[in-house]
Each structure stands twice: as C-alpha cells, then as structure tokens.
C-alpha cells in the first residue's frame, strides 16, 4: 500500500462518517414532513364538518331574520293603523270637546255677568313676624 492509497481509505472513511452523519437529520427531517402532512390531514378532516355547520347556522340563522323582518314589518302596518286610529279619534272627538269647553266658559262668564259681577275680596298678605 502506498501513501496515496492510505489517504484515499481514510478519505473514503470520513466520506463514509459524513454520509453517517447527514443521514441522522435527513431521518428526523423526513418525520417532521410525515408528521405536518398527518396534521394538516387531521385539520382537513376536522374543518370540513366545521364548515357544514357553520353553513347549516348561517342558514338557520338567515331563515330566523326573514321572520323577525316579517315581524317588524308587521309591527309598522300595526303602528301605522294606530297612528291613523288615533288621529280619527282625536279629529271626531277633539272638536266638540273644544266646542264643549267654549260653551261651557261662555256660560259660566254669562253667570257670573248676571250675578252682578261681584268680585271675590282680596286677602290680605301676612306680615312675617322674626
């Protein structure tokens, strides 16, 4: 053996240790990869159902505000009756009343015309005693 061949065996020898070495992370490295692929399996599997009900909520929940829409819809038709109700009433009753109040201040100023027209004595303010 000469010097060269030497040097090519413990050449080949660190080569070999080197390969050795590398191989360990490419091994660990190739387990994460598994494992990120198990994992966004899992999430795969886990989100599509949490998609299906989220959908199945918005749905049910579009279907519960077509109905409160309805409702508010009509709770303004019956808000808008009352106000007209009210008005009806107002205009039918309101009149004669304002009728009613001036006859009856008209009567009560003719009396008291008639009466002589007498006036009520003043009272006379207290002192404040200290």
Do not use: C, Y
């Not at 049910?60 to 109700?85: C, E, F, K, M, Y």
């Amino acid at each position: 053996m000469t010097g060269g061949d030497i040097a090519g065996l413990i050449a080949a020898g660190i080569f070999a240790v080197l390969v050795g070495l590398l191989t360990i992370p490419l091994i660990k490295l190739g387990k994460v990869l598994d494992e990120t692929s198990r994992s966004i399996r899992e999430i795969t599997d886990h989100t599509t159902p949490l998609l299906d009900e989220a959908a199945d909520t918005i749905s049910s929940t579009n279907t519960q505000l077509q109905r409160v829409d309805q409702i508010t819809g009509n709770v303004a038709d019956a808000t808008g009756n009352v106000s007209a109700l009210v008005s009806l009433v107002a205009a039918t009753v309101g009149g004669p009343l304002i009728k009613l109040a001036g006859f009856s201040a008209g009567v009560r100023a003719a009396f008291r015309h008639a009466g002589g027209g007498e006036k009520r004595p003043r009272r006379r303010a207290r002192s404040r005693k200290a």
